[in-house]
């Protein structure tokens, strides 16, 4: 069988109400799934998220304020895993976590 396809490169992440999306480039192959992993440090020894799915894109609910390292893989319909795509580093801003006030705070 052909090898894994290449890890898809990432686009900037998004902040929401719900949390942080990350969203990748998606790659058009019948089955194909993708690893994700966030962790805080570089070597993702310790991961705060790692999950696998068919979307291009992953929702990272409520994180803490701080720096995430964000990786990504093909995974394909039998489970061989591709490489690892270069992590991206992403900066959670301190008031992160106030956002959920906000629609109570506009009620007031």
């Known amino acids: 069988p052909p090898p894994p396809?290449?890890?898809?490169?990432?686009q900037?992440?998004?902040t929401t109400d719900a949390g942080?999306?990350?969203?990748w480039a998606s790659v058009p192959q019948p089955g194909l799934r993708y690893q994700v992993q966030v962790?805080?440090?570089a070597e993702f020894t310790q991961p705060v998220l790692d999950t696998t799915t068919e979307a291009a894109e992953v929702l990272l609910p409520?994180?803490?304020p701080g720096r995430y390292h964000v990786r990504?893989?093909?995974?394909?319909p039998d489970g061989r895993a591709g490489s690892y795509g270069q992590p991206q580093v992403v900066e959670v801003p301190?008031?992160?976590g106030w956002l959920w006030l906000l629609?109570?705070?506009?009620?007031?």
């Open 12 to 14: 900037p992440p998004q």
């Open 20 to 23: 942080l999306v990350l969203r």
């Open 103 to 108: 629609p109570l705070l506009l009620l007031l």
């Open 72 to 76: 990504v893989r093909t995974l394909t």
């Open 62 to 64: 409520q994180p803490r």
């Open 39 to 41: 962790a805080r440090d």
């Open 94 to 96: 301190g008031g992160f």
């Open 5 to 10: 396809p290449p890890a898809p490169p990432s």
